[in-house]
Every structure is written in C-alpha cells, then in structure tokens.
C-alpha cells in the first residue's frame, strides 16, 4: 500500500537566542544578539498508511507539534522531506488543507460569538462542501458527537468538552482524508474524554480516516492508536505497536502472588523476585508471552496459593520508566 | 474566484452578524469615536478662529482635509485595523497557525473576517464634513473632480490597509509589532495637517517612504488648486497611483514575512 503521509530524513532547526548574564548581559543581547541552532526534529523518517491511527507522543519540546506543523503545512522542513497524500504540505499548501482535518487541542476555530452551526455552515462554504455531503455528514456527525442539544447555542455558552467535540466534529465535515488531532484531549473532564476517543476510534474504524494524534495524556493513544510514534529531543525514539513498545523499553509484567501461610522461598521459572514477604510475594516476568498456567506450574506442590495477581505495565507507566532512567543517567 | 468572494463576503456578514449581537454597545461605540474625533477636529477649529489659516489653508479647507483624511482612513481601517493590530497575539497565541491549516489566503480570511462596522462614526463624521466643505469651497462638481474624490479616498483607504498590512507582516518575522503601530500612529496624526507646514524631512518622508501625505493632503490640495512641494504637476496622478502602488508593495512584503514564518506558540 503506497503510504499517506511520508517523512524522510526531516528536521526542523530554529534560531533562538542566548542569554547572557551579568548586568551587561541585557545590554549586549540587544546590541549584537547571539544565536543557536535548535534542533526541534532531527532526521526523522516514516511512513503511514491509508486508514492508521497513530499516536506521536513525546515530552515537552520534543518536536511533537513543529513535525505536525510540517503535516499540515504551517512550516516547512529545513532539511529532508514531507509528503502528504503525495503533494509538499507546505508548497501546496491550500490543496493539502481541502483534503485534511485539524483539531488543535488549545486553539478554537469556531466562531465565538455565533450558534455553533454558523461555524458549521462557514466550513461548509470554505471546503466547498457539496449541499448533500454536508447535509449528510452534518447530520451524521451532530448525532454521534451528540451536538444536537446545543448546535444552535452561541459557542461562548458551551462547555470546553462540547466546544471540543464540536472541534472535531467540524474538522470532519468535508471528509478529510486524514485527522491531524494536537492534543484534543487537553483540559477535559474523564466522560469528555471517554466520547472524544470512542468518537475518534468509532471514525478510524468506520470512515477509514487516517488520524494523527500527539496528547499528553497516554490513554489517548491506548484507546485509539494501535501505533505509536515516540521522539525525544526532536529525534524518533520509536515507531511501532505498543505491544512492540513493552518489548523494546523491557517493560516486565508484574505477578503477586499470595499464600495461605508464609511458603517459604519460592521460586519461579524465568521470573526475577520483585519483593514481598511472609504470605505476599512479588515477581517480574519477561515478556515472553508464556502463559501464567504455566509460570504457576512451577511452584511447589503443597503451595497454598489463595490469590494471584497479575498487572500489565501500561504505556505510561513504561514511558515514565523510560524517561526517569533517562533523567537519571 | 466566485466562490472566494462569495465566502469572502459570507465572513464580513458574519461579522457584521456578531457585531450587531450588541446594539447598544456598537452604538456607543459610533458616538464615543465620532465624539472623540469632532473634539480633536473642534480645537482645531478653535486655533482656526484665533489665528485665521494654518500654513494658508483656512478653515474650510482644513474641514474638507480632515473629513478627507477621516473618511478615507476609516474606508481602509474597517478592513484591517482591529484584527491587524491584534497580529502580535495572533501569532504568539498560535491563532495564525489555525488560519494557515485552512484553504484560504490567510490575509484575506483575517481582513473579511474583522470587517469591523464600528467604524460608522467615522465615516459619517468625515463624510459630514466634506459634504459641508465642499460647496463653500467653490470646488466644481466636474468629472474630473468627482473622479478625483472617489479615486482618492479608495487611494487613501488602500494606503491605510497597506500601511497596516506591513506592520501587521513584522509580526510574522519579528513576534512584535506593536510598537510599529504607536510610530505609524505619530505619522498618521501629522497627516492630518498640510504637508506643506512641516520641514522638508517630514514632507520627503511623508511624500516617499511613509506615504500618509497621499492620504489626505495631496489629493485635497489638487482639489482646491493649490500647490503641491515636490509633485508639482504630477500631484494628481501621484495620489490616485499611491493606494495602488502601496497594496502592490504590501503584498510582497506579507508574501515575504509569511515566507519566513516560523510559528508562533507551542
């Protein structure tokens, strides 16, 4: 399958100036400044194909939205290339925007003053969306996101979690190929949260639409992209599945075990003793995809074993591992 | 290029909608600047009747000057200036970034979506005052003349719109603009008097690189025959072609910065 969106070998370097300190130090900023390349992407490459739902997470100032901004033609690479459904995102840049969506998580762009179905109506006539497919789509949209109950509300009335779903919602109407989403989830409450990424995976599912996510929040990308994206310090850090992710971070899942009586030592095949005393004891498992029947059959015959626990690192909690080993070393 | 404009003109109605959501404010608003500029315009006045002319031109025609210069700003200004003059926030708060992910000019979106109709009590103020002006100034209803009039105040409203726009694409570069407009504020005041009052560095500078004298004085001083310092002869066709020339400018240079544009939040 020929990929969507392609990115080769692209970095993105900015100027910033340095501040020098002292009391002259304000001075001499202003008379001769100094700068400093910085590297906000530094040669990054993938490919996406039609129909994925990806997550690119990374740290603050990672290079997460200056490599969206590329995608959706905002700025243009310093080196390298980006293609978007085969054009140059940036030199195409109204061509690239008939045939994208974007929700920028912190940024409306809906119509403050007005019900939220002029908004709609404006993006119709910007999009040229033909009266039948809007309709359609309008109607659609407006019953899955549940805006019925406050579509002709002036946006200033609404909650941020409407005014979000309304976002998307709108970002769809001209059936975009492809969703650039940069933190939709921002600042909402658990139940919004919960419509906007059933919403996202129902879309990703059933229209096809290729999304592109970045958050902050994890679960977004557990609920909604089975691929991940992961850059730190503008460089890629790693692109595949989650499961992939456990693997490569060594994230281990951890078993507890509890007795009926303190059982002395115990060991189990493969797994590395985690802590835990008299009747509770824990263990880490390689991820090596042995069932836990199995891992158990090695205990000791007489074992009264009354519990078992078994807890599957989540992605946050392996990127939280990660990036604290990374601090510390 | 018809569905363009007619979206274009699409988002001055829904401008036009939201402004009209507050009557009584928009109200206030047409007295408050009608108001503020007939008390500047009425000390002028004052220091007319002590003194006689300013630089020869007598009242009346210091009244058709000023409701020129306030007519044909305000033409220009209710496209570009609120919204522009925000360019600063609009680009550190990443606003210009959402325009530039929609298939439309972002120039264009930014000017058709500001239309700002609070500049009603400009335009009845200055249209008032040339109205008085004119038949006291003798100046014949010609052809020529009424070309004159038109093509000089869309001249001058597009000098304003350009002069906006340029400061207004600093930001995209710089971050900062703001402070352009407090200096292109001080020029703008001083285009409100004859030229021909002032040194010769500031009638250059109002003549050639900061083109306000255009605005106002140059058109209206061939209106009423009287001699133009620099343009002689081609004061006529130098104040119809400097609108033009100054939005031909104002395109490459937010062609420019918009080039070079390196976002702006986040």
Redesign the interface.
Known sequence: MTAIIRAEHVAKI?RQQVRRSGMLGPLKDFVMPVTRPVNAVDGISFDIEPGEAVGYLGPNGAGK??MI?ML????APSAGTVSVLGRNPQAQ???N??Q?G?V?G??T?L?W??PLI?SFE?HR????VPASVYQRNRADLVEMMELSAFIERPVRHLSLGQRMRAEIAMALMHDPKILFL?EPTIGLDVVAKDVVRKFLSRINRERGTTIILTTHDLQDIEEICPRLIMVDDGKLLFDGTIAALRVTFGARRRLTLEFAQDPGHVELDRAEPAGGEGVQRLFLLPDDQRPLLHILSALKAGADLRDVRLHEPGIEEIIRTHYQSKVSA | MRDTLSLLFYLMRLRVRTRLEFRAALLITWLAQAFGYAGIFASIWLILTRFGTIGGWTWPQMAFLLGFHTLGYALGACFTLVQLRRMEDIVLGGEFDTLLVRPLNPWAYLVFSGFNIEYGGHIALGAGLVAWAWPQLSIAWTTDTCLLLAGGLVSAALITASMITIIAACALVLGRARYLFGIYFDFWELSRYPASIFAAPFQVALLSIIPLGYMAYVPVAVLLGRPVPYLGAFAEIAALSAGPLSAVAAFFFWRFCLKRYQGGGG
């Open positions: 900015f939205s200056t901004k959706t033609g905002i700025l840049r109204v061509l925007a008939r994208i974007v920028f912190q940024r762009q119509w003053e007005l002029e404006l006539r910007m999009y040229r940069d």
